[in-house]
């Protein structure tokens, strides 16, 4: 009776040529899958699968287990727009291992595959179909995103995910020599040597990157980031200084995330339009302030634009001492929360409308009236970057952008209980059907849109009810990751 069973097993598995097919064989017999298939007539199939190193993980096999067999393993090095192809880069299944399964052993064999992921790429063995010969397992056993070759570093991108800090669960730091296949938000993997390297090697483009950055250094535990951050915002103010036509609010932001001394040196050499900016940092000194208040009052129809500048509110005396006839358009304009700040000087109003009427007649009747009172024109203030002012020529983070590092653990927690899970779904399963054939059609067959056919003819296994009992129980093995289905 097993043996007609078997064979009718092995006629269904013959038949079945799809990656998710193939998965769930994978999730039956483990390794021994492509063997399975191969023995039941698809070995037209079976070695040239590309299942990935998240497909492997689900299936709960080694992804190096796998490549051991001369298995084909698919590595995605980097992200798409939700961040899921992370989901299987060999350093966060690294720390998925660590963190989660407290499987150090599999944790160092996912770091080794990375080094030679990386030196397969550098040796020009990615992407083709002329393979060199192998010096590592990974050289004829796999495939990459064509991508990964050429661009894998997506430096600059928004990452959801920030990978925790390796140290403390035993992992070393990477010293790469290239670290073109570093995703940034595996940056808590980057030894410091490294970590120069790339910020020296990839410029930070502006601003934005930079605190991008700093937020993702400070989520991923980065020793020494301030001092590192200091140096890339000096280099990306250097450019934009030097451009003819200025990024006020580019630079503006740029001088706040630099240490406060380094920023007004600078601002205290800046002659012309540049000396506008002595008015943008929350501790600009007065000479510096009245130098921006008076750069300001000759920007003209930009005075709306640039007003939502301040780093503080100027006080009356810096004022008073410009010229009526602008101090119109600058009180015009003002934000208001910094105008009512002005306001709660002692005798600042009075004092402001004796400066004013010496413009009575001159100045725009509209702009006059209404320099002192609130009204729909102001500018509105841009916000202060996410840093306190700095201590002791660092930077110190207000709060980090909440909820990267819980993604990352509810991503990874996840594919844990997965791997976790398949393992002992399969050794369950091997207990109640020793048969591998049966036991992988078993699995196939009992999926979400069950083989009738089959599954009448397992039925009459004495074991079936329990093996019935234990798909449903694991039913959630055969369902795609919450941040797969988010896709």
Not at 12 to 29: D, N, P, R
Not at 65 to 73: G, Q, S
Request: aromatic share 10%; hydrophobic share 40%; with cysteine.
């Amino acid at each position: 009776m097993v043996d007609m069973i078997e064979n009718a097993c092995r006629v269904y598995l013959g038949g079945q040529t799809t990656t998710s097919a193939i998965s769930k064989v994978f999730l039956a017999v483990g390794v021994e899958a492509p063997s399975v298939l191969v023995e039941c007539s698809a070995e037209h199939v079976a070695p040239y699968t590309r299942l990935t190193w998240t497909d492997y993980i689900k299936a709960g096999v080694h992804p190096v287990d796998a490549v051991n067999r001369n298995l084909v393993v698919g590595v995605d090095l980097t992200s798409n727009a939700k961040n899921t192809h992370m989901l299987g880069h060999p350093l966060n299944v690294a720390m998925m291992f660590a963190k989660f399964l407290e499987d150090a052993g599999s944790a160092a064999r996912c770091v080794e595959a990375f080094h030679q992921i990386v030196s397969a790429i550098d040796n020009g063995s990615a992407w083709g179909r002329n393979w060199p010969e192998a010096s590592t397992v990974w050289h004829e056993t796999k495939h990459y995103r064509r991508e990964d070759r050429y661009s894998a570093d997506r430096f600059h991108e928004d990452v959801n995910w920030v990978c925790p800090d390796p140290d403390p669960y035993g992992l070393s730091k990477l010293a790469l020599p290239n670290t073109t296949y570093m995703n940034f938000s595996l940056i808590a993997w980057y030894s410091t040597g490294a970590l120069k390297e790339l910020l020296n090697t990839h410029m930070l483009s502006g601003y934005a990157d930079i605190v991008r950055a700093w937020n993702t250094m400070q989520l991923a535990g980065v020793q020494g980031a301030p001092e590192l951050l200091d140096k890339a915002a000096e280099r990306a103010l250097s450019r934009f200084w030097e451009e003819k036509r200025l990024r006020y609010k580019e630079i503006a932001y740029l001088l706040r995330v630099l240490p406060h001394a380094q920023a007004a040196s600078r601002i205290q050499s800046a002659h012309g339009t540049k000396a506008l900016f002595g008015l943008t940092l929350k501790g600009a000194d007065s000479a510096s302030m009245s130098k921006g208040l008076s750069a300001l009052a000759q920007q003209g129809e930009y005075i709306n634009y640039l007003s939502s500048l301040y780093g503080r509110a100027p006080t009356v005396q810096e004022l008073c001492s410009l010229r009526a006839k602008k101090l119109v358009e600058i009180l015009y304009y003002m934000p208001q929360p910094l105008l009512a700040e002005v306001l709660e000087e002692d005798q600042a109003g009075e004092r402001l409308r004796a400066r004013l009427l010496r413009e009575v007649g001159t100045a725009d009747p509209t702009l006059f009236r209404a320099a002192l009172i609130e009204h729909d024109k102001r500018a509105t203030l841009d916000p202060y970057p996410t840093f306190n002012e700095p201590t002791g020529g660092s930077l110190a983070l207000v709060s980090p952008t909440a909820g990267h590092n819980k993604e990352w653990d509810a991503a990874f927690g996840e594919l844990a209980i997965r791997y976790r899970g398949a393992m002992a779904f399969r050794s369950k399963l091997e207990e109640l059907l020793p048969n591998k054939y049966i036991r992988a059609a078993a699995t196939v067959a009992g999926a979400d849109n069950p083989n009738r056919f089959l599954i009448n003819i397992l039925e009459t296994l004495p074991e079936w009810p329990e093996v019935a009992a234990l798909l449903k129980g694991f039913a959630f093995l055969q369902q795609p990751l919450s941040a797969e289905a988010k896709e």
